[in-house]
């Protein structure tokens, strides 16, 4: 039986360019797979001066969690995503596993609204 996750999607470096790139790598990775809207969020915090094009996908997957992680990391990397840039408050994609088989298991689902509405936009529509 599948896994079923839901992953956050944010870029603040040729944003809707890389959002619409990272959607074709998830969709030619994984089956099932559905978009949350996506929206621009203000920079927050001192680091980054950039704003944010955010949403989640939801998908399914053989593959387990921490097999899944070095995927999309994969897929971070063929955006352009290096330490040096996030270093910066350059990020051109950022990908983080935030539900599995409806378990929230990431941090950034009640740190930040926007994460939680795109997550839960998705929690609802799979029911």
Known sequence: MPNTYIVSIGSNSNAEQNVTAVQILLNNAFTNVRFSNFQWIPAI??????????????????????ELKPKLKAMEVILGRTPEQKAQGIVPMDLDIIVCNEEIIHPDYNRFPFVKNAVNALLKNDK
């Open 45 to 66: 915090g001192n680091h980054y001066t950039q704003p944010f094009y955010n949403g989640a996908v939801s998908f399914e997957s053989s593959l387990t969690a921490l």
